[in-house]
Nanobody
Framework: QVQLVESGGGLVQAGGSLRLSCAAS????????MGWYRQAPGKERELVAT???????NYADSVKGRFTVSRDNAKNTVYLQMNTLKPEDTAVYYC???????????????WGQGTQVTVSS
């Protein structure tokens, strides 16, 4: 079982930037798709961004143009660069990895423990 550990969360003012990292304990080549979800208080967990093993990306409309997802297979790490942050981006951000596209976001995929991102107005 691969362990995913997120880091890089914190408190930032609106308009600021943060970069989240997700380090896997083993090779991420087995994961066809990796990405990030987030969950704000009182809301359901939602997809933020995904990236496939060949580098194809997908973003939620709410973060397009502001967030960039990337992966470094040599370092077994996935990143989420978040720019122009807004208070509504405040949430716990979770790293997710799936061996198939259909497993993303489900109990059949691997999840990190989450990292808190708080954006103040």
């Amino acid at each position: 079982q691969v362990q995913l550990v997120e880091s890089g969360g914190g408190l930032v003012q609106a308009g600021g930037s943060l970069r989240l990292s997700c380090a896997a304990s083993g090779s991420i080549f087995r994961f066809i798709v990796m990405g990030w979800y987030r969950q704000a208080p009182g809301k359901e967990r939602e997809l933020v961004a995904t990236i496939t093993i060949d580098g194809s990306t997908n973003y939620a409309d709410s973060v397009k143009g502001r967030f960039t997802v990337s992966r470094d297979n040599a370092k077994n790490t996935v990143y989420l660069q978040m720019n122009t942050l807004k208070p509504e981006d405040t949430a716990v951000y979770y790293c997710n990895a799936g061996s198939t596209a259909g497993s993303m976001g489900t109990s059949r995929s691997s999840w990190g423990q989450g990292t808190q991102v708080t954006v103040s107005s």
